[in-house]
């Protein structure tokens, strides 16, 4: 595998600028060399079906275009399991060349298990992706030409018509976010889609193929454990990909709604002191004056002004970047030139003077708030409603020990613990009712399962410790554990996730000490209650863990979570009961 495509964040569909430009093509050039690499092997299936007297050839053909596939994941780290995904390829190649001299044509039932699975998953997703891309490019066009249009209104037109082009480039513009977020959506999800759906279609094409094998029996039971050990992969994939992709609609949403909101708080999207975006500047020619596309960032700090030139109709290569130290910058009055929204700024040894066009009167507004420019304007920050948070205090650690109490008495057994979700209303009954600090010395009694379902006790406590102000595990170790858990050793997982276990605040160690006790026996229960260490990792990662900014690089972490649970349960005793081996480095 390669270093990894970079995550494509939603807020550079906002920005639009030219490096998500250029990461918008490496996902796209990988996503093409996926399609013609499933086009590739729809064709070698075809050509075992109808060239039964050349199959000999057409295996090791086949054989080798499975060892040399390869797709490229998101982010900079892979688990186990999608390591062993990834290999998977290679190894089913080496399992067909095992069985390279049989002769054996039972391949009726190849066409439906390879031909149509992978086809569909070509036209289905990675079509659709296309047909996200003539969207996207056809919405940049519409809103490029559209902001040109509007830019060039001369400032003596009516004020209703300058209101009905307002009108038009919001439109516009709302349109190309929309469609820009859509199909960054898209390309991200076919890419993680192919990891378990892609590989799943040949995974049963692999299981027919030894079966109508005449030593297929044989070659099977050699290799039925790994078989089964890839399937439970696959489907963990799954379920972190259903996870993932759930978080990332939700932060697609909350994206969408950010950007509605900036256009009511002009400035919103500047991040802190910083501010980026695109630009007009005027360049004076010999026969007249002509208007270039920048974009340009500016940093409060040191007052560093970049602007490098860039059109993302016609521009295809980054260019070089202009570095420049701001010295002033001034509002230009509407009488002084033709175009509005315009402003100068001067730069520290230059006796140039900059001229350049804001894309709105909101935008001149925040680039001249934030460059200290004369007659700044003040702007109200909104304020952003927060979800209800629990505090971790005796109230909620009574509350805690009392359900994991009844649940260990009485719940243990049951199908789907903590995976089946209680109704919502009685969850927020026990809530209210055992985290009432004026009634801390009377818990709700719980032994009812009447009155309280076991599926209402497992939701109250997920929710009490999903909605705490920090994760039981902290903001602050937060990073650690992912790097413990990206370590190329089990050895190293453990021993990383043991220190940073014990760094814990002593209130956040007990705690996560009884939940995770619990959770051993839980999963001890397996054959009974079909909770498996996995599968409480899933319900459990994202609940103890939580980055302190959500982005799609830190959904796309989400698998990691759920490896910390997986150490945290499968290694209690150690973990827990014992301190760890030495203090070593971990990033924090």
């Known amino acids: 595998m390669g270093v990894g495509l970079p995550p494509l964040e939603f807020t550079e569909c906002v920005y639009d600028s030219p490096y998500f430009r250029e990461n918008l093509h490496k996902h796209e050039k990988e996503l093409e060399n996926t399609s013609q690499q499933i086009k590739r092997l729809i064709k070698e299936v075809k050509d075992l079906i109808t060239a039964a007297k050349q199959l000999s050839i057409a295996q090791r053909t086949f054989s080798k275009s499975l060892q040399g596939f390869s797709f490229e994941c998101i ?59 003539k969207k ?18 001369s400032t003596k037109k009516q004020d209703n018509v300058l209101q009905e082009a307002d009108a038009s480039l919001d439109m516009a513009e709302r349109h190309f976010c929309q469609a820009s977020m859509e199909y960054v959506f898209l390309l991200q999800e076919v890419q993680e889609r192919k990891k378990f759906e892609f590989v799943e279609t040949l995974l049963s094409f692999m299981f027919g193929w030894l079966t109508f094998y005449h030593q297929g029996h044989e070659v099977s039971e050699d290799h039925k454990k790994y078989m089964q050990d890839l399937q439970l992969r ?10 993932t992709r759930n978080q990332t609609q939700s932060l697609k949403t909350k994206m969408l709604e950010v950007r509605q909101q900036a256009h009511e708080e002009p400035g919103r999207l500047s991040k802190g002191c910083k501010r980026e975006g695109y630009l007009f500047l005027q360049e004076k020619k010999a026969f007249g004056t002509t208007w270039i596309k920048y974009y340009c960032t500016y940093d409060k700090n040191n007052k560093e002004f970049t602007m490098l030139p860039y059109n993302q109709l016609t521009s295809k290569m980054v260019p070089s970047a202009e570095k420049m130290v701001l010295s002033t910058c001034v509002r230009r009055m509407s009488e002084s030139i033709e175009k509005r929204f315009c402003f100068d700024i001067q730069m520290e040894g230059k006796q ?21 420019g004369r007659e700044p304007t003040y702007i109200n920050s909104g304020k952003v409603q927060k ?17 994991i109490e009844v649940l260990d008495n009485r719940g243990l057994e049951e199908q789907g613990l903590y995976r089946i979700v209680g109704v919502a209303s009685k969850v927020n009954k026990l809530l209210t009712m055992g985290l009432d600090r004026r009634k801390s010395d009377r818990l709700p009694n719980m032994d009812d399962p009447l009155e309280w379902e076991t599926k209402t006790i497992t939701s109250a406590l997920k929710s009490y410790l999903r909605n705490l102000p920090e994760p039981l595990m902290t903001y602050r170790y937060h990073n650690g ?16 996730v043991h220190t940073l276990i014990h760094r814990l605040p ?14 051993t026996k839980v999963a001890a229960k397996s054959d009974k209650n079909l909770m498996t260490v996995g599968n409480l990792s899933v319900c459990f990662g994202p609940t103890l863990l939580r980055p302190e900014e959500e982005t799609v690089a830190s959904i796309m972490d989400l698998k990691f979570y759920n490896v910390v649970v997986e150490i945290l349960i499968e290694n209690y005793e150690t973990i827990f009961k014992s301190k760890p081996e030495k203090v070593c480095d971990i990033p924090i």
């Not at 995904?85 to 190894?91: D, F, H, M, Q, T």
């Not at 696959?234 to 379920?239: F, G, N, P, V």
């Not at 705690?511 to 619990?518: G, V």
């Open 352 to 372: 140039t003077t900059y001229t350049f066009q804001a894309l709105s009167e909101d935008d001149r507004k925040a680039w001249m708030d934030i460059m200290d």
């Open 506 to 519: 002593q209130q956040n160690f007990e705690i996560l000490e009884i939940l995770i006790n619990h959770l």
């Open 136 to 153: 996207f490019d056809k919405q940049t066009a519409k809103f490029c030409q559209s902001q040109e249009r509007y830019l060039n209104l």
């Open 481 to 496: 554990f992912i790097a413990a858990a990206k370590q190329e050793t089990r050895h190293l997982r453990i021993n990383d």
């Open 387 to 403: 979800c209800e948070e629990r505090v971790l205090d005796e109230t909620g650690i009574n509350f805690v020990n009392r359900c």
């Open 234 to 243: 696959i489907q963990k994939t799954r379920e972190n990909f259903d996870e």
């Open 75 to 133: 982010g900079d780290s892979q688990t186990d399991d999608e390591l062993i995904i990834s290999s998977s390829l290679r190894e089913f190649g080496r399992l067909i060349a095992a069985i390279e001299e049989e002769r054996d044509r039972m391949l009726k039932t190849a066409y439906d298990q390879v031909v149509v699975p992978l086809e569909s998953f070509r036209k289905k997703h990675i079509g659709g992706v296309k047909e996200g891309k």
